[in-house]
């Protein structure tokens, strides 16, 4: 197998494609009706309130992982718990926001309008004031999506999962409504700090095609590193504690690189580097600054449609994908975190109680309303030749020695026939017969156009992956519009992958190339027009006329549906261990040393892996207690505990394996595994670590 790296790939199915075969199996239908809610207007308070929450949507085993598509893994277990994290803001002038973070590879349209139908009534938000953002982990599930095109093809497994969608909308709903409960008097700050050696550009080539883009040699090793988007961005929240002092509550942050650390053999679900950089702040700035509640570190995905992590180089790859490696993907994340950190203790002095929100959301279907001024958007959607064979560093085996459908190939893209709105895109399986394999309304059409303002800050969410120098172009133009208002922008951002998913959003200039960027960049070449125009006019709007939300008339889909997560199943058995500690020395260097214990427990449908489960406790002056390992905790919400489905057994019961990867020695220990199914909790036997 072999990963991809920016997004998972329709083209790995692109073998029956080119054989003319399409397998889709049996699917049922299934109608997903949601109700818009009604809101009830806000009533001013007067002064700024705040709260934040962390919830664990770390789901069963068997979920298949969104962005490496067909040769993706089914999740076994998990390896760093999958979050949604909430940071609910009220200004005490009638005007709230739920900024909602997930580990996941996207939002998604459906997950965002029924959370809204179900806090609508006890929160006064509108969907409007609402954004679901996707850091873009390739490690986490999908299937969840408002069109059939990518529930079928971002993921190993086809079509909605309907009980993994009513899981996410409930555990975010639930979100939600805890931080509305909870808040308290706030203060806001807002910033933006360049960080360089984290991201480096994937599509050097593309990208000195921009018209405004000079001085860059392609063939300077340094270049990838320089034309990035180095912006870490972030809101910084305190709240009054019960004596009266603020004290740190909250960051909602932005970065723009991809979540794709880890490569296509991992197993087990994980939120890949972005959950180092929101832990270590979590942990870090509670200890520093002794808040008595958990702070949260919600950090969203930026303008990474061409920006990869920075790990070495390894080269391209045509034939085979690079190993998987958890120590790089931690250094990078950590290293992004202590930047993090560093903005967020930078913005002390800037705190203040004076908090003004806006929001303003239009939702489009853009295939209905695929014009502009004079800027035209293509009406149907295509994929092109280069996102068969993937991305630079995260090819697909052997399809990228094809030269038609390597990106950037002279002969991956047209040379004549591209006066059309997709230029000069080549179509994967050829126009005329794509749009019998692959229906046109099947493709994701509507957007939620949406702007959030907080103080001199715009947040721009998007369904796309925005390239760097997309992202600035509509970024630009969002502010512009403010330039004579009394209290103009000074920053905007975009969260990519928000409220759905798209594809890519290229500039027209990046395009041309057809890199995998632009050939997965769907509507064709005028796609970011169309977006800056469209968000042009939505700042605008809310210059203008004040808050804005313009849905569609109604919110029906009818979409194909699957199971993937594990049937209900009733259980007799009692939870034992199986085997106790046993040691697993690495053979190779990106390998870690690990000790494992197996148990039998309840079976996969009643084991709730988003209650904690594992975690390592140390004997000290006669007494246990729970081991950290400086400010992270030895447990499945840290680092370094994993936990494995292996097998089913009888009597509804069920085999696991839990790892203790790089584990650290110098004391007695135990693992504690926590109550289920209504039985107790299970104590090893206590242990020592001795390689």
């Known amino acids: 197998m072999l990963s991809l790296q920016g997004t998972y790939s329709p083209g ?276 520093r600054h002794q808040t008595p509640w958990p702070v949260v570190h919600a950090m969203t995905t930026g303008t990474q449609g061409d920006m990869a992590p920075a790990l070495p180089d390894r080269g391209d790859n045509t034939f085979g994908h690079h190993h998987l490696d958890w120590r790089q993907a931690r250094a990078l994340g950590q290293r992004l975190g202590q930047q993090a950190i560093e903005l967020f203790e930078s913005l002390e002095e800037q705190l203040t109680d004076e908090v003004q929100l806006a929001s303003a959301a239009r939702e489009i279907n853009i295939r209905e309303h695929n014009r502009i001024g004079d800027i035209e958007l293509c009406q149907d959607a295509a994929v092109g030749n280069p996102v068969a064979a993937g991305a630079y560093e995260r090819r697909t085996p052997w399809l990228a020695a094809i030269p038609f459908l390597k990106g ?46 907080i103080n001199d800050t715009a947040i721009v969410p998007l369904p796309f992956e925005v390239t760097v120098e997309a992202g600035r172009r509509i970024t630009e133009a969002v502010v512009d519009e403010w330039r004579s208002a009394d209290k103009p922008l000074q920053h905007a951002w975009i969260t990519s992958t928000s409220n759905g998913y798209f594809g890519y959003a290229t500039t027209p200039e990046e395009y041309q190339r057809q890199n995998y960027e632009g050939g997965h960049t769907l509507y064709g070449r005028n796609t970011v027009p169309y977006l800056q125009a469209q968000l042009q006019r939505l700042s605008a709007d809310l210059r203008r006329e004040g808050n804005i939300y313009q849905p569609r008339a109604e919110w029906r889909y009818q979409l194909h549906s699957n199971r993937f997560l594990p049937a209900e199943q009733a259980f007799s058995g009692q939870r034992r261990w199986l085997q106790q500690a046993q040691a697993q020395m690495a053979e190779q260097e990106h390998v870690e040393d690990y000790l494992a214990w197996e148990w039998l427990d309840v079976g996969p449908s009643h084991i709730d892996f988003h209650r904690p489960l594992a975690h390592v406790e140390v004997k000290r002056d006669g007494a246990w207690q729970p081991l950290w390992n400086h400010r992270v905790p030895v447990s499945d919400d840290g680092y370094d505990l994993e936990v494995r489905l292996l097998d089913d057994e009888e009597a509804g019961m069920a085999r696991y394996q839990l790892r203790w990867y790089s584990p650290m020695s110098g004391g007695q220990y135990r693992v504690v595994l926590s109550e289920r199914g209504g039985q107790q909790a299970l104590i090893s036997e206590p242990f020592r670590v001795s390689f």
């Open 12 to 287: 790995r199915r692109v073998l029956w494609l080119l054989a003319l075969i399409w397998l889709t199996g049996c699917a049922a239908s299934h109608e997903v009706h949601i109700p818009q809610p009604q809101s009830t207007a806000l009533a001013p308070t007067g002064m700024a309130t705040a709260a934040a929450v962390s919830i664990d949507i770390t789901p069963p085993p068997g979920m298949p992982m969104g962005g490496y598509s067909v040769m993706a893994n089914r999740g076994q277990g998990f390896r760093t718990r999958l979050k949604a994290r909430v940071v609910y803001l009220n200004d005490g002038r009638g005007q709230s926001l739920a900024l909602v973070q997930t580990d996941l590879a996207a939002g998604s349209l459906l997950v965002h309008h029924q959370v809204a139908a179900s806090v609508a009534a006890a929160t006064g938000l509108r969907p409007g004031d609402i954004v679901i953002t996707g850091s873009h982990s390739h490690s986490a599930p999908v299937n969840f999506f408002h069109n059939d095109f990518y529930n079928k093809h971002m993921s190993s497994g086809q079509w909605l999962e309907p009980d993994f969608l009513a899981f996410v909308t409930q555990r975010i709903s639930q979100g939600i409504l805890q931080a509305h409960a909870e808040q308290r008097p706030a203060k806001v700050a807002t910033g933006v700090k360049q960080v360089f050696g984290i991201n480096r550009n994937r599509s050097l080539q593309a990208y000195v095609r921009n018209d405004n883009i000079s001085g860059i040699d392609v063939e300077d090793p340094e270049a990838k590193f320089k034309a990035v988007n180095p912006d870490l961005n972030m809101v910084r929240i305190d709240v009054q504690d019960d004596t009266g002092i603020y004290r740190p509550l909250a960051a909602f942050s932005s970065f723009s690189v991809h979540a794709t650390t880890l490569s296509v053999p991992v197993e087990v679900y994980n939120a890949d580097l972005f959950a180092y950089a929101q832990k270590d702040l979590e942990w870090l700035i509670a200890e």
């Open 408 to 453: 950037g190939n002279l002969m991956s893209r047209r040379w004549w026939l591209t006066d059309g709105c997709q230029g000069n895109k080549r179509h994967l399986g050829f126009s005329f017969i794509q749009p019998l394999v692959e229906p046109k309304d099947s493709f994701p059409h509507i957007v939620l156009f949406q702007l959030l303002r």
